[in-house]
């Protein structure tokens, strides 16, 4: 790699990193979107829409969805923004203030690392990582940049959830001891699809980017690389992070000291290799007080759970917390409601959503990251959480973690699963 595209003099970025590139809080944040397909339109969508931001460039690798994209913020009566496929020469742009990442997982950590290294601010899709080895180092150039760096995990940012949080925290259902995580959604087969030429337009080796060189294929292009390890985390890390975030946040972003286990690629015959169904289960252990937590994924029909998801067939994404008091119940990202004693008598509730990125926003202006909802370092341990459970998955045995740092110990095939071999030269760095 060409190492001007995203390096700077250790002097000149300790410059760039120690203040913000606005001159006051009323000035124009300039964002660039990377990865911008499917959520990726969110994220434009979500900056269109507030003031003084201006979305200054977009970087995609497919420059069909690249020129789409162009169009709609034109449309939209929005300025056209500059067009980029290789995010690397739009980190040369010093006038751009943040960066927005939306692309596979596989590409995550060492784009916000690049985007740190320029001087960027960022926001960055769940998971913020894809691998435990990652974890460490999205948290590490953060802090060493003085960046802003915000996970893409919305309900940090939704009202109810924030206050079911404080609930819990004051002890309204009691002594907590069982968080549950639930992701049950109607995933049909992605079939089988043949090895053949890359579409025009693609640049192909750069959405590998860190990933082993192999064929294209769409089953491993748009979407569906969800479903294979060298790209993405199956939906433990796609809806399921989600859900494993909300139990960490209420868990108090604490590593476990076990992580076991069982599931499979149940019922259909096809290309994908990350499981459809998939539970794994925790044991936290701190100053003697033995808690679990437990996080479900199923692809297909399936029934309801405390009434999160309503009555109609269909998914159920969200939370349940077990107390001594009663439980606290989480439908998505913007509702819970609690049932309380032997009783089970209606507790507190509330509806209410919040906007992730308009925290990140604010928080670039003003620069007091302890404002911040969804933070890196709070991310990089439900992240790991995640690894933790498709590792043990992986090998198939019960993992033994150290509580404070959240290592696998002792288990030399499970350690070689915290990191990946990187593809030169796309190689998240020893060293931030």
């Not at 002097?11 to 913000?20: D, E, I, L, M, T």
């Not at 434009?44 to 507030?50: D, L, N, T, V």
């Not at 985007?115 to 894809?130: I, L, M, N």
């Not at 290592?407 to 030399?412: A, K, N, S, T, Y």
Request: glycine share 10%.
């Amino acid at each position: 790699m060409n190492r001007r595209y995203f390096l700077m003099t250790s002097a000149g970025v300790a410059g760039a990193a120690g203040a913000s590139t606005l001159a006051s809080p009323n000035d124009t944040v300039r964002v660039a979107c990377v990865g911008i397909r499917g959520q990726g339109g969110s994220h434009i969508g979500q900056y269109s829409r507030m003031p003084n931001v201006e979305i200054a460039a977009l970087c995609d690798v497919d420059e069909s969805v690249l020129n789409k994209r162009l169009d709609e913020v034109e449309k939209r009566g929005k300025k056209r923004p500059a067009a980029f496929t290789d995010v690397r020469k739009l980190l040369e742009d010093k006038t751009i203030d943040a960066v927005s990442i939306a692309t596979p997982n596989h590409w995550h950590t060492l784009m916000t690392i690049w985007a740190c290294q320029a001087g960027k601010d960022v926001y960055v899709e769940k998971p913020c990582t894809h691998n435990i080895f990652e974890s460490r180092q999205i948290v590490a150039a953060a802090r060493k940049y003085n960046r802003v760096v915000a996970h893409g995990a919305n309900s940090r940012s939704g009202p109810a959830i924030i206050e079911a949080m404080q609930k819990m925290k004051e002890g309204l259902i009691g002594d907590v001891y069982h968080a549950r995580g639930l992701c049950y959604k109607w995933r049909d087969t992605i079939k089988r699809t043949p090895v053949e030429p890359v579409p025009a337009g693609v640049h192909y080796d750069l959405w590998l980017g860190p990933a082993p060189k192999r064929e294209y294929m769409r089953n491993r292009f748009h979407y569906n690389w969800h479903w294979f390890w060298d790209y993405g985390n199956g939906d433990f890390g796609n809806q399921g992070i989600h859900e494993l975030d909300i139990c960490s946040w209420g868990f108090g972003n604490k590593y476990p000291v076990k992580v076991t286990a069982l599931g499979g690629h149940f019922m259909f015959d096809d290309d994908q290799e990350t499981p459809n169904t998939l539970t794994v289960l925790y044991e936290f252990d701190g100053g003697g007080k033995r808690r679990m937590m437990s996080f479900e994924t199923r692809h297909w029909i399936t029934n309801h759970e405390a009434s999160i998801g309503g009555e109609k067939p269909g998914g159920t994404v969200g939370n349940i917390f077990y107390g001594s008091n009663g439980y606290l119940a989480i439908d998505g990202y913007n509702k819970y409601w609690t049932c309380l004693g032997r009783e089970q008598q209606a507790g507190p509730a509330r509806t209410q959503g919040g906007n992730n990125w308009a925290n990140f926003i604010e928080v670039v202006r003003s620069r007091k990251m302890e404002d911040l909802n969804a933070k890196i370092e709070d991310a990089a341990v439900s992240c790991t959480l995640m690894h933790l459970g498709n590792i043990a998955y992986r090998v198939g045995r019960v993992l033994r973690v150290d509580p404070n740092t959240g290592d696998i110990l002792g288990d030399h095939e499970a350690k070689k699963l915290s990191t990946r071999a990187y593809r030169k030269p796309f190689v998240v760095p020893e060293k931030v």
